[in-house]
């Protein structure tokens, strides 16, 4: 199979990977969720900032860059403000009706602009670039596929369905880079917004919502030098990539 479509394939069946250890974790830790959170923090703001910021000012400049992440962080605050915010800890009672739809609404609609980054960094002139965006891009999307099927299952769903329904927003990234790498000469201009929106939404998640819940319980030491492993590691594999 040709190396661009393999790449954005195993990006976004990341989503599904990180999916599976949460069929076995029905019941976590406060503490454990906590350094779950920070590893995963550590991850995203790594990837954005060692691997997609970059390459979109590798693609662009920094007017290009700031426009990207406001855009995305901006999505994601009109996204945060029409979602309910919903806590692992609450009963599993009507959770599934009323937020589930939404929180997956949400994970799709951050995949679409990741998953046309990979595509078209496959399909641009620069031949190290598409590795580096889909691993960046594929690594971060392990935690985030896992923290989904958690919080699914923590809420009553069967693990099969949580695996499911994590794994369609892998598919719908999957799709987009597809159509990315199909038309990489038109969507070549949106490349580098593309990243840094991806950038942007990350960042965002990463301060409004992960390190507040992973530091919010008397677990802040654990969740700190979590938060530097996994930050380390991802930028230990990106290097190793390069």
Request: with cysteine; hydrophobic share 50%.
């Amino acid at each position: 199979m040709d190396p661009m479509y393999t790449g954005s394939i195993i990006s976004s069946l990341c989503t599904m990977l990180g999916a599976v250890p949460a069929m076995f974790l029905k019941n976590v830790s406060h503490r454990g969720r906590d350094i779950l959170l920070a590893y995963t923090a550590g991850i995203m703001v790594a990837a954005s900032t060692y691997g997609l910021i970059p390459s979109a000012i590798k693609l662009s400049n920094i007017y290009v860059l700031t426009i990207g992440i406001l855009l995305g962080a901006v999505a994601l605050t009109f996204l945060d403000s029409c979602l309910p915010h919903i806590e692992l800890e609450r009963s599993a009672s009507g959770i599934f009706q009323e937020g589930t739809p939404l929180l997956l609404i949400a994970m799709a609609f951050h995949n679409i602009p990741e998953g046309l980054s990979v595509g078209v960094s496959y399909g641009s002139h620069f031949e190290d670039l598409g590795p580096l965006v889909s691993f960046a891009i594929g690594l971060q999307n392990i935690p985030e596929g896992f923290l989904v099927a958690l919080f699914l299952v923590s809420h009553g769903i069967k693990p099969l369905k949580a695996l499911f329904y994590t794994s369609l927003t892998g598919l719908l990234e999957l799709a987009s880079g597809m159509l990315g790498l199909s038309f990489a000469g038109q969507f070549a201009g949106v490349v580098p917004y593309g990243l840094a929106f991806a950038a942007g939404a990350m960042l965002f998640v990463v301060y409004k919502e992960l390190i507040p819940e992973s530091h919010g319980d008397g677990n802040e030491r654990s969740a700190t030098f979590s938060f530097i492993i996994g930050l380390l590691t991802m930028i230990a594999l990106t290097h190793w990539v390069r």
